[in-house]
């Protein structure tokens, strides 16, 4: 019988570096064609969580940094990536409305 293979999560392939794979995986997941969208969005979000690891005072080893955060989460990093390739003004808007609702909900917890 063989054995199943195991698929790369997005924070193995964000860990391993590998710009390829990485791409790869991100065509996939938001359904891009070949071309530089899909690199332009894995290098900037491979970029993005490894700054916010050393922000974070880098807690832990950064490969387990990374498994510790939501999928969905990081799938979102990777979209507004590749909303960047095409309208950087639009994205940075996105992204600062997100950071806000973030910041909020972070507020909320605590209370």
């Given at each position: ?16 570096g ?12 938001l ?13 900037v ?8 690891w ?48 973030l ?9």
């Amino acid at each position: 019988m063989p054995t199943p293979t195991h698929t790369a999560t997005l924070a193995e392939l964000l860990a391993d570096g590998d710009p390829e794979a990485l791409g790869g995986e991100v065509r996939h997941l938001l359904g891009l064609d070949d071309g530089p969208t899909a690199l332009y969005a894995a290098g900037v979000t491979e970029c993005a969580t490894y700054a916010a690891w050393e922000a974070a005072g880098q807690p832990g080893d950064y490969p387990h940094w990374l498994g510790s955060l939501p999928q969905p989460f990081l799938h979102a990093m990777l979209a507004l990536a590749a909303g960047a390739a095409d309208d950087e003004a639009r994205a940075l808007h996105t992204i600062a409305a997100c950071s806000a609702a973030l910041r909020a909900v972070a507020v909320q917890i605590g209370h």
